[in-house]
């Protein structure tokens, strides 16, 4: 019976889809800092939000088991202008540079008053 289930566990490994990881670090554009819980979204080809996360109080985010595919990735956070990108997903693991947030140009404007 051991030898029966070991075998189909070989058999069926490879056409098992792994679970893919994205993970990165959100920094803002002006001041080169961390932001705190940005909205990290991913979006598939139906416009469905399939997985999502904040980042830490480190700007850094990571969202696993995703399945191969393409996909959108949105990054938004309050007082930054939101930034969407494509991202497919091919390997195991997909790690961005720091992402950079522009601030709003009205935000920048009450700063200076």
Same mark, same amino acid.
Request: no cysteine; proline share 4%; aromatic share 10%.
């Given at each position: 019976?051991?030898?029966?289930?070991?075998?189909?566990?070989?058999?069926?490994?490879?056409?098992?889809?792994?679970?893919?990881?994205?993970?990165?670090?959100?920094?803002?554009?002006?001041?080169?800092?961390?932001?705190?819980?940005?909205?990290?979204?991913?979006?598939?080809?139906?416009?469905?939000?399939?997985?999502? @996360?904040?980042?830490?109080?480190?700007?850094?985010?990571?969202?696993?088991?995703?399945?191969?595919?393409?996909?959108?990735?949105?990054?938004?956070?309050?007082?930054?202008?939101?930034?969407?990108?494509?991202? @497919?997903?091919?390997?195991?693991?997909?790690?961005?540079?720091?992402?950079?947030?522009?601030?709003?140009?009205?935000?920048?404007?009450? @700063?200076?008053?």
């Amino acid at each position: 019976m051991f030898r029966f289930l070991f075998a189909l566990v070989l058999i069926a490994t490879p056409f098992l889809e792994q679970a893919q990881k994205i993970e990165g670090l959100v920094k803002g554009k002006d001041t080169d800092l961390p932001i705190r819980y940005a909205i990290i979204s991913v979006i598939d080809a139906d416009s469905l939000i399939i997985a999502g @996360e904040l980042t830490d109080t480190l700007g850094y985010f990571m969202i696993d088991e995703l399945l191969e595919g393409s996909y959108v990735m949105s990054v938004s956070a309050v007082g930054y202008e939101s930034i969407s990108m494509p991202i @497919e997903m091919d390997d195991n693991h997909f790690d961005f540079d720091p992402l950079f947030l522009t601030p709003k140009q009205e935000e920048k404007e009450k @700063e200076r008053k």
